[in-house]
Structure formats: structure tokens, C-alpha cells
């Protein structure tokens, strides 16, 4: 089957009576893509950044009906909007009990498995660690290096030119990981004890850099943890569930 990567050579093609059923696309940008007349029995679409735009499906956005879902299979969700040092602290604190309950339920030998290219629950315990390391570390608490050691990078960050040498090669135990997620988990749940609206409205530089003026406020930093916390929980569940 061809594969096509890294190219810009489609934006704004048409593709009129083509077949691609069963084609995978990841990390497309998909944005304003036009559909008309098409067969999508069956198109699976999972996308994090669902809840900043639309997604028109014969005439209706879905958007809220499927963020309305996500709420009420994900008790406490939709407080990963919130703007106040308590609702925040709700947030976290009904993530972190979901997650303990799947960690629980997963059966030691899935806790490496895989779904095609997704991580496995172990690799994803290690990226929150290291989204937490991001942005309160780097993000809130401005640390020069944030980071641990086992923290589990994305895909593509050596490209970026990121320093993989922090990282650690080797693969660490299941009891290090769930240690190492504890200590980060107490962190934050340290910093909300004490956080003030005054607070949460400071700004700060966007840990990962980047080329756009946006200084998130304190407060944009722990929703996008809370983010990154019930997105990586609904895909390990997804794929957990595929697993057994």
C-alpha cells in the first residue's frame, strides 16, 4: 500500500469517485476539508483538539453533542474548563480517582500491550508525567530543566530539535513509573491546595516555546493538564477495551 508522509502536495486537491476505504491518517491536519456525496460508513475520527472547532455533519455541528457524551462517561470532565481554583481542584482530584480505578482493572500483562502505533497504558503514565513536568514545572514554576528522566516524549521532538538526552532509554519497571507518577501527581495536587485567582490569572511563557506570542495564564496551564490527563484516560480506555 502507498504511504505518504510528511508532504503538503494534497492541501487543496479534489478527489472525486476515489476509493479510500480503510486508508489511516495520523497527525493530518484535516482542517476545512470538504465532504460531499461520500460514503463514511464506519469512519472512525479521533481528534483531541475536537472541542476548539466544528465538525459539521449534514448540516449540524456535533461538536457539543459529542462533548456532552465524553461529560457523562467521564464524571467530572467538564471541569477541565474550569476557571476557579476550586472547580480545578474538583477536576483533578475526579481525574485522578478514574485513572486509579483503570490502573487497578488493567491485568499486568496489558500494561505494555499495544493498538497498532498507540502507546501502551506503561508509555502513557510516562507522557503525563512528563505533560506534568511541562507545564507546571516548566510552564508554572519556570524550571530551567523540568523534566525526569522516564518521562515519555511525543513523536517527532527530535525533529523539533529537542534534547532527547534527558530521557532515559532503557525501559523502566511498571512499580518505577507508578512511583515517579505519584511523586507528579502530589505536586499538583500540592500547588492546587494553596492556589488564589490571583493566581491562576499570571502569566507565563509557553513551556515548549514555539513561533506564536501566546502566554498562557497559570490557570490555562492546569486546564491543559486536566486535558491531557482525560484525553490520554479516554484513549487508554478505548484501547484497553480493543486489548481484551
Not at 484535516?30 to 479521533?46: A, F, K, P, Y
Not at 481528534?47 to 456532552?68: I, K, Q, R, W, Y
Not at 538526552?165 to 511498571?174: A, G, L
Not at 496551564?221 to 486536566?226: Q, W
Amino acid at each position: 500500500m502507498a504511504s505518504y508522509s510528511g508532504t503538503d502536495e494534497f492541501e487543496g486537491a479534489t478527489f472525486s469517485r476515489v476509493s479510500i476505504r480503510g486508508a489511516t491518517f495520523r497527525s493530518c491536519d484535516m482542517g476545512n476539508v470538504t465532504m460531499r456525496s461520500v460514503e463514511v460508513g464506519g469512519l472512525d475520527i479521533d481528534s483531541h483538539d475536537l472541542m476548539f472547532g466544528t465538525l459539521v455533519v449534514n448540516g449540524v455541528d456535533v461538536v457539543p453533542l459529542v462533548e456532552a457524551e465524553l461529560n457523562r462517561l467521564f464524571p467530572g470532565r467538564d471541569l477541565q474548563k474550569s476557571e476557579t481554583p476550586e472547580g480545578l481542584r474538583e477536576g483533578w482530584l475526579a481525574v485522578q480517582e478514574a485513572w486509579a480505578t483503570t490502573i487497578a482493572d488493567t491485568p499486568a500483562e496489558l500494561r505494555d500491550a499495544h493498538v497498532d502505533d498507540e502507546w501502551s497504558l506503561a508509555q502513557t503514565l510516562r507522557h503525563l508525567v512528563l505533560a506534568t513536568d511541562a507545564w507546571l514545572g516548566g510552564g508554572i514554576m519556570r524550571l530551567e530543566q523540568p523534566f525526569h528522566e522516564i518521562g515519555q516524549i511525543f513523536t517527532g521532538a527530535e525533529r523539533m530539535g529537542f534534547d532527547m538526552s534527558i530521557f532515559r532509554t532503557d525501559q523502566p519497571t511498571f512499580d518505577e513509573i507508578l512511583d515517579v507518577r505519584a511523586e507528579r501527581q502530589q505536586m499538583v495536587t500540592d500547588f492546587l491546595a494553596t492556589a488564589t485567582p490571583e493566581l491562576l490569572a499570571e502569566e507565563r511563557d509557553n513551556p515548549w516555546g514555539g513561533d506564536d506570542d501566546w502566554h498562557p495564564t497559570v490557570g490555562d496551564c492546569v486546564r491543559v493538564i486536566l486535558e491531557e490527563e482525560w484525553a490520554h484516560l479516554r484513549y487508554t480506555r478505548r484501547d484497553l477495551a480493543l486489548l481484551s
